[in-house]
């Protein structure tokens, strides 16, 4: 079985869409989709990736699916230093790096700071969701990563979400504190991000990361890769 997230393009939060630059990115990523064989498309309730997700879709004859789950994981917490209210994935380096517990894939959501916003609900509610789509297809979650196969697929399940969502499943999946990949990892607009199922003991799977971030779309286009949600200079690939 194949996963693959997509962040949406980039941005315009003040009307949650796109920019002119946005929309570019979004139909040279659909460019980039037409010869995929996608079985579903699942997309967030959110415009920027309702947006994004339109272009694509004009290449498979699909329903998408929209869940609630799938929206952007802006879940606020009190910030321990300032006390002001912050998305749970911003911390200042200083702070976050001498969090052992945040580095813990099974101790974040129980630290304070995760526990003001109640983290560990929010973050279940999204392995939850993911888990039934996973089952739906034969995927039966063991926890720790592995998976029961009932039924063998070959599936492509497509999401079209956000950079947040994507990475807690993404930590989920492979066994990595969400935290981690918040504070560590970036995937720029329209980013493609591949997972695929590994089956090498019969019945029993799980899934390795084959693209994080992949935007040969926009290469391939002479577009430049945004740096919406970056704090450096994008090194143009």
Not at 56 to 70: R, V
Not at 105 to 123: A, I, L, P, Q, R
Not at 166 to 173: K, N, W
Not at 181 to 208: D, H, N, Y
């Amino acid at each position: 079985m194949n996963l693959i997230f997509i962040r949406h393009a980039e941005p315009d939060y003040t009307i949650d869409s796109l920019t002119e630059k946005g929309f570019k990115e979004a139909a040279l990523l659909a460019e980039r989709t037409k010869n995929w064989k996608v079985d579903e498309v699942y997309v967030s309730p959110l415009g920027r990736a309702q947006d994004t997700a339109s272009f694509s879709l004009k290449n498979w004859d699909l329903t998408p699916t929209t869940y609630e789950w799938l929206q952007e994981f802006y879940y606020r917490v009190k910030d321990p230093e300032t006390g002001e209210e912050r998305i749970a994935w911003d911390f200042m380096p200083e702070y976050f790096t001498r969090q052992e517990e945040l580095h813990d894939k099974n101790e974040w959501f129980h630290t304070e700071v995760m526990k003001s916003g109640d983290m560990e609900k929010h973050y279940n509610d999204t392995v939850t969701g993911l888990n039934s789509i996973l089952s739906k297809h034969g995927y039966e979650a063991l926890g720790k990563g592995l998976f029961d196969v009932k039924e063998h697929s070959d599936e492509t399940l497509v999401f079209f979400c956000h950079l947040g969502v994507s990475f807690a499943m993404i930590g989920y999946l492979m066994q990595i504190a969400p935290p981690v990949l918040w504070q560590g990892f970036f995937v720029p607009p329209t980013g493609v991000m591949i997972l695929t199922s590994e089956e090498r003991v019969p019945g029993k799977a799980v899934f390795r990361m084959q693209n994080f971030g992949d935007t040969k779309h926009l290469h391939d286009g002479n577009e430049e890769i945004s740096a919406s949600g970056y704090f450096a200079e994008i090194f143009q690939q």
